[in-house]
């Protein structure tokens, strides 16, 4: 895995920053804003204002090394007489991870959040999933979490990275390189962009509709499950016999009905798949519902897939 020049350097703050006991959860976005509106959230006190909230700060609140290690990753602007850090950093599964600041309007934001961390209990939950794992993708990996968590289920799998956005793979390989875990990374937005035998796939798509959003974000039709569905169906396709998926998702619910589920029994069992459909969480990212999109949803679920190609 090799690591460009203004990647080194953010290799090396996550570990000083790791060494440091830096601790952060990031939240969802909507309580992001909330807690930066409140009277004591202007400017920077500490790292985790910093590094987590994305505050701005005075030069003398960084030490010297750290705000060095930001300038040589290109991670640092300057705002009037202070600057702010372009990139978030939280700590998931006890590893340090780098994703974009907030707020993440770009299009090439990267996002890391609750859904991040729900996506690797589930990963942790189906453990035993992962023995005898040779060759392990994260579609649409993003910051790299759930393939560098993977990895530890399975050593000596090859784990490769697939996203759409540069930006994303470019984080996702300084965050691997930080928690001592080699990858590969692959520029596509399909499996198409992957030779070769795939016996694993993780995916934690977007579901959210939000058309015109950032891509982490849009999940397309279907109230923005239709993402998720294409990703299983296109995962099953590759698969070989004994093969699986592990999808991490949200399904909008409309009177009492999963959309997702309802199409995802449906279309995998022609491809020979068997299908271990599971409710999370019921009820997340409820704000989402006060959107003209979702005046007819009950609730968004966090939804646990396990695909198994059986023929």
């Known amino acids: 895995m090799d690591l460009g020049p203004a990647e080194r350097p953010l290799v090396d703050l996550l570990g000083r920053l790791d060494a440091l006991g830096y601790d952060f959860v990031t939240p ?21 204002d910093i590094f987590g909230w994305s505050l701005k700060f005075r030069r003398e609140m960084l030490r010297s090394d750290l705000f060095d290690l930001l300038a040589e990753g290109r991670a640092l602007a300057q705002e009037g007489d202070a600057w702010r850090s372009e990139l978030r950093v939280s700590r998931v599964a006890g590893a340090l991870f780098a ?82 875990v080699q990858v590969e990374t692959i520029l596509a937005d399909k499996l198409a962009g992957v030779g070769g035998e795939i016996d694993m796939v993780i995916a934690n798509p977007p579901f959210i509709l939000d058309e015109g ?37 949200g399904s909008a619910i409309v009177a009492g009905r999963d959309a997702l589920r309802e199409t995802l029994e449906r279309d995998l069992a022609p491809l020979g798949c068997l299908l271990d459909y599971e409710e999370i969480d019921p009820d997340i990212f409820g704000e989402q519902l006060d959107q003209p999109a ?8 966090a939804i646990g897939a396990s695909i198994r190609r059986t023929a």
């Open 99 to 180: 994703h974009s600041a907030y707020p993440t309007h770009r299009p090439d934001s990267v996002f890391l959040g609750p859904d991040s961390y729900r996506f690797v209990r589930f990963i942790r939950a189906q453990a035993a999933r992962f023995e005898g794992a040779r060759r392990i993708v994260d579609m649409g990996a993003g910051a790299g979490v759930g393939g560098i968590v993977a990895a530890g289920l399975a050593p000596g799998a090859a784990i490769i990275l697939v996203d759409a956005n540069e930006e994303a793979l470019r984080l996702a390989r300084i965050n691997a390189a930080a928690a001592g």
């Open 213 to 249: 959003g950032p891509a982490y974000r849009d999940g397309g039709a279907m109230l923005g499950a239709a993402l998720s569905r294409d990703w299983a169906i296109e995962a099953a396709r590759r698969l070989g016999p004994g093969g699986q998926m592990l999808l991490y998702t």
């Open 28 to 48: 969802t976005p909507a309580t992001h804003g909330r807690v930066l509106a409140r009277h004591n959230k202007a400017e920077a006190l500490t790292l985790r």
């Open 294 to 301: 979702y005046h007819s949803v009950e609730r968004i679920a």
